[in-house]
């Protein structure tokens, strides 16, 4: 329906008039890569926009946000389609897609890199990787790097090397009125906080600088699993083996039903299990000594935490999180494991229905907490732990009852919700994106969206309202 609306609304005349000058590819519907090119990640989602804006460079975006002004089309913005609400894919408005730009340049020299507005993450780990180095930055290559920065990025190498936005250096960005800017420490410094945790909300990023770290090439790490009823146990040994972990380790504990994966014995498969996940940054040698005792507690059924590239490390998750499944999740920061945390926790793990549904718990601390809360626009710097309480599906059958498994198990820790990390919101409404950076950072964010957005263009994401 809303396609019809929208075809009617934009004039095809416009829309030749832009193509004459734009150097990548405009996709209306009805065109053979239409449908394609309007799916996200999450299969859930199902928008119709007027166009899709395929930007090959900076003047395409410039030229795509004038349009859009011009024939008043809301705008979304893709960068790696990863939103888990869909918020880079609108009903009759345009998708400017920057998905085409993909330019990267590793300077090994300075250790720096800069990454275009389309870059996957795995991507720009492969470029750095080359060198030893590292952005860190998510835990599955095929996520966007512009939203996930944008947010404030968080990952196997937080504990060490903090945020993604923690080593960002500069944006260029492209300003509602299609103008490009930097922002740096030195150039537009209140934009450059903005932008760091404020997500797409002041403009529409199409470069990244970052400063590069020194990482791997190999690791140690990957997952033990225990059978899930020893859970209780295993997180309690878990609380207090973390408790003064160094920085060089991360880990991520997941509850779900073993997966059919290639390390994963035959006979584990769809059993529930509950997987401590290490990545240890430091020397190999001092890891084994660190994970020893956890290897050694309670009955494991599976121990793959093995020396391996960082960069395979990277594309662990990969499998359990492919494009066009049904996602749902509802997220919420808790301060500390206690029991009542965990037996809520484990209790709710047991009731998991689908074999593709994962619960993670990131284990926060180390590096993030070394910058100063008041620094960047992200919230949330000494939360204790992340959790994920996400529903999979293959398809629309069954989604509905995991959904609702995810929404009861989210209010049963409503009173230890100590805050959200805003790129792991779903569509919640105004007053959680307010939560998600609390008061004093939200009225900051607001006077920078008057700033640069008074118009609110950049409004499908998760909006900051000018007023
Ligand atoms: C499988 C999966 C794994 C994830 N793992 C992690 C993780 O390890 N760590 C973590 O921190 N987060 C993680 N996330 C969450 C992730 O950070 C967000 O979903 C993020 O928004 C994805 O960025 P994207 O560019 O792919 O998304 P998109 O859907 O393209 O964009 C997300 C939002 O950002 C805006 N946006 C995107 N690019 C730009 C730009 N260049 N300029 C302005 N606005 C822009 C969009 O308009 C939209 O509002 C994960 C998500 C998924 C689905």
Redesign the pocket.
């Known amino acids: 329906m809303s396609t019809i609306a929208s075809e009617a609304k934009v004039d095809a005349a416009a829309i030749d008039g832009l193509e004459r000058s734009f150097r990548g590819q405009l996709v209306r519907p009805g065109d053979p890569t239409y449908g394609e090119r309007r799916r996200?990640?999450?299969g859930s989602i199902d928008r119709s926009p007027a166009l899709i804006a395929r930007c090959a460079g900076v003047a395409d975006v410039i030229a795509a946000v004038r349009f859009a002004s011009d024939t008043g089309l809301v705008i979304?913005?893709?960068?790696?389609?990863?939103?888990?609400p869909?918020?880079?894919v609108c009903d009759g408005g345009i998708v400017i897609d920057?998905g085409p730009m993909k330019g990267i340049r590793v300077d090994p020299e300075t250790r720096t890199a800069r990454a275009q507005?389309g870059v996957?993450l795995g991507e720009l780990d492969r470029e750095t990787q080359a060198f030893g180095l590292a952005v860190p930055?998510?835990?599955?290559t095929?996520?966007?790097?512009?939203?996930?920065t944008?947010?404030?990025?968080?990952?196997w190498l937080q504990r060490k090397h903090g945020l993604?936005i923690d080593q960002l250096l500069a944006v260029d960005?492209v300003t509602a009125e299609g103008e490009l800017v930097t922002a740096s420490e030195a150039q537009n410094p209140e934009l450059f906080w903005g932008v760091r945790g404020g997500?797409?909300n002041f403009?529409?990023?199409?470069e990244f600088e970052f400063r590069l770290n020194q990482v791997g090439p190999i690791v140690l790490a990957g997952p033990i699993f225990w059978p899930m009823e020893e859970s209780p146990n295993v997180m309690r040994f878990y609380r207090d083996w973390i408790a003064d972990a160094p920085d060089d380790l991360m880990t991520i504990v997941v509850h779900r039903k073993a997966p059919p994966l290639p390390f994963v014995p035959t006979e584990l498969h769809g059993k529930l299990v509950v997987a401590v996940v290490c990545c240890y940054a430091g020397a190999v040698e001092d890891g084994e000594k660190l994970v020893r005792p956890l290897r050694e507690f309670g009955s494991p059924v599976l121990d793959a935490c093995v020396p391996k590239p960082f960069l395979e490390h990277q594309a662990m998750?990969d499998p359990s999180?492919p494009h066009d499944w049904w996602?749902y999740m509802r997220s919420c920061d808790v301060a500390e494991l206690t029991d009542d945390v965990i037996d809520i926790a484990v209790d709710r793990s047991l009731q998991i229905g689908s074999p593709r549904t994962a619960f993670p718990i990131w284990q926060m601390g180390g590096a993030i907490t070394r910058v100063s809360e008041a620094d960047t626009a992200f919230t949330g710097r000494h939360g204790g732990f992340t959790f994920n309480i996400t529903a999979m599906t293959e398809s629309a059958e069954g989604f509905e009852a995991e959904r609702d498994w995810v929404r009861g198990f989210w209010s049963a820790l409503e009173p230890y919700h100590a805050g959200v990390?805003v790129?792991?919101l779903m569509d919640e409404g105004d007053e959680r994106v307010r939560e998600a950076y609390g008061p004093d950072k939200y009225d900051r964010l607001k006077a920078l969206k008057r700033r640069w957005d008074p118009g609110n263009v950049?409004r499908?994401?998760?909006n900051i309202p000018p007023d």
């Open positions: 996200v990640w999450n979304s913005v893709r960068g790696g389609g990863h939103s888990f869909g918020l880079s920057l507005a996957l930055a998510g835990i599955v095929h996520t966007g790097l512009s939203g996930l944008l947010g404030g990025g968080i990952g993604t960005l997500g797409g403009g529409i990023v199409t998750f999180f996602y990390y790129n792991f950049f499908h994401n998760q």
